[in-house]
Structure formats: structure tokens, C-alpha cells
């Protein structure tokens, strides 16, 4: 699925790459819709949980900022192909299965944003949500298109890569959360 997308792989050819006769595939999963599903479903409620204890020690926010996206980057790291079929292939379920993922995503999603806004919170008490909402989103961009061009020999370990992403967010994110209404108009 990964390397050649959702619509340009079979279950005929998911039988022969997991060395699977294409009946005992299909008395595992009726369609290759069920498998990213759960492929999908098994990855965000992994995601979540590891997040959940990764950030649960009362600890500073840059650490809890920290614990989150070095989570996220090593559990991707360690599974990239799960995370280019993650990012890319998420619109091919059918609504009933989409609305299901959507509700894991937001779950996650609200976790990231907690650590966004307690990680603002120790400049400012003043966030405007919808600025929130957005730097959250884009940390989120910093992590999820890491499989477009992350390479672990160039570019160094998952590690190197997490404390990247912290530094790029930290610096950038307490400035735009930060409720505008304290800043000069910007000009559009």
C-alpha cells in the first residue's frame, strides 16, 4: 500500500507480498477497505496511547512538548511505511470507516494541542484558540511529511530529528498562539 498507493495495489497482490494464499487473505479481511481501516485504527489508538504515557509525568512544558513529538517521531521513524499510508491514503475509506479514523485523529490531535498550549501558556496566559488550532497544525506538518524526505543516515536519528522539530516549533509557536489582540494588526 505504501510504495504503490491504496488504488494501485489488489488484494491479490497483498496475498502474494505477505506470502498468504489469497483465500486465507480474504477469510482475514473481506476488502482492502477493512485492512486500512484497521491498519488506520490500529496505528492512531497505538499513537494516542504511547502519547498519553509519554507526556503523563507532571513535568515542564518543553519536556511534555518534547516526550510528545519525540514520541511521534519514533514511532513513525520505526514504521514509515504505516506513516506514508497514513498521510496519503486517508481519504480512500468510505465515509462510515472515515468518520471513525477522523474521531482517533481528533482525539490525538487534541492531545497535541494541549502540550502546543502549555507550551505557549509559560510566556503568555493569553491564547487565542484559533491560533492555537493553526500551530498545532503546522507542528503537525513538521511531523507527519517527515516520510517525504527523512532519511535516518543522512539526515541523523529519530532522536536529532525530534529535538529539530522542538526547537523549529518552540521558538515559533508561543509568537503565534499568543491572542493577536495584544499585537500590532498585521496587514493583510
Known sequence: MARHGYHGMSMRDLAKATKRSLASFYHLFESKEEILFELQRTAFESL??????????PRAPRERFEAFVDNHVRFFCAQPDVMRVLVVEASALPPNQRAVIRRLKQRYFKLAEHVVAELADKRSAEVDPIALERATYCVFGMLNWTFGWYEPDRHGPPE?????????AEHGV???????????????
Do not use: W
Open 48 to 57: 494516542t496511547e504511547t502519547a498519553e504515557a509519554a507526556i503523563a509525568a
Open 174 to 188: 508561543a509568537a503565534a498562539i499568543v491572542n493577536p489582540g495584544n499585537k500590532k494588526k498585521r496587514r493583510s
Open 160 to 168: 536529532d530529528l525530534a529535538r529539530t522539530i522542538v526547537d523549529c
